[in-house]
Each structure stands twice: as C-alpha cells, then as structure tokens.
C-alpha cells in the first residue's frame, strides 16, 4: 500500500463514521503530524501504542562481535537501538488464522 492509498482508505472510513466533512489535506496533515508525534516520542524511547494493533517501541541493541563472512574477520559492532513493533494478542491471534 502507497501512502496515497492509505490516505484515500483513511478519509473513505473518516467520512463514513463521522458527521464532519474530511478533504484530504486533513488526512495528509493529520497523518505527518502524527509521524512527527511517534518519530519524536520513539527518539525519546517512549512506546506509541496503537490500539487494536499492538505498540511500536525502541529496542537497545547490546554491542556484539560479528564475522565478516568472506574474510571471516572479527567485527566490533556497536551498541545500537531499533523501532520495532510489538503486535497485541488479538491482532496476532487474527494474522494465524
């Protein structure tokens, strides 16, 4: 899905559920401020919850010694942090069936 189908699904079902008319420059603004909202927050390492669908939150990732595979070489690899997603039961619970 490109960001201008999830703009165009997101203001078909903003329009079917609530009174208020929606354009999609409402949609765009709404859904880059809430970018910058979770980029920031995830920055600081807080955790985005989104409900129905689980949470997004940083991961810090210990600093390890790896191989280089074609010369087999010894590699410092530096502590590091990762955004990842944490699905809730039921949306895990959805996706197996």
């Known amino acids: ?3 201008e189908e999830f703009i165009e699904q997101s203001l078909n079902k903003a329009r079917s559920t609530y009174e208020r008319p ?4 409402d ?3 709404a859904l880059s401020s809430l970018c910058d909202v979770a980029a ?3 920055l600081k390492g807080e955790k985005i919850p989104l409900p129905g669908l689980g949470k997004l939150k940083v991961k810090e990732r210990a600093a390890r010694t790896c191989r280089n595979p074609r010369t087999g070489e010894a590699i410092a690899v530096p502590p590091s942090r990762k955004a990842v997603f944490a699905p ?3 949306f895990r619970e959805s996706c197996r069936a």
């Open 1 to 3: 899905m490109t960001r």
């Open 40 to 42: 920031a927050e995830l």
């Open 88 to 90: 809730c039961k039921d």
């Open 27 to 29: 949609m765009k603004i």
């Open 22 to 25: 929606f354009n999609r420059m």
